[in-house]
């Protein structure tokens, strides 16, 4: 783990850093942990609410696209993070390298890390694991677009060389906001199985959402409370 030393005048100012003790001449800013997962929730949200501002398809499709990207990027780093804290909470070096690894899917790290973890399975884990499968495939579909050509025949006209275009899902607000609440109920479930009875505070220090309930997100998303 690097450390650094900021060597200060007798007037407060910084004169030199030190990373493991050795000269650092490169811009240096040290932050609070959670903030590498809340940038990418505040995105998510940011971006569905000018959304919903606009009228054109074309300029919906792409703030669209933006939030959804962020949901599940937000979703990969809270499971890096929070659980690479909980490896160390519990001294358990299975689950630090279950973090490391890069194979596999988002969802299948989520459900190896729980298992790893004392806190047991969340609720309705199943239905969750599977939510997250089917937005990770959708999203490694984006980022890895090919042409699959298509052809259109009006009467007696063919238009060859077309596409057909997934991203034009993402025009939708309330599909965006649905995967973003996917998201955060797997953040949500996950505070609730470390025994957080009120999890509005573990929402606002991960996902930057203030005031945010367990209910609010299972009626955000049309299910049951519980």
Known sequence: MPHFFLRQSDDGAIEQVLKD???HHEAVQLEQLYTIVTIYFRLASCNIEQMAQLDRCEERRGLGLQSFLMSLTGLEAFT??????RSHELESEEMLNRIKQSHSSLSQKIKDLILLSP???VRNQDTLIDQIFSLSQLRNEIVHPRWTPSSVTLQRITINGLVENRQAIFESVQFCREALYWCLLVVARIAQARGS?????FMFHWTANYDLTLPAILQELGLPAD
């Open 80 to 85: 890096n993070t929070f659980f690479h804290l």
């Open 119 to 121: 806190d047991g399975p």
């Open 21 to 23: 003790g050795e000269p």
């Open 197 to 201: 009875e009120d999890i509005r505070g």
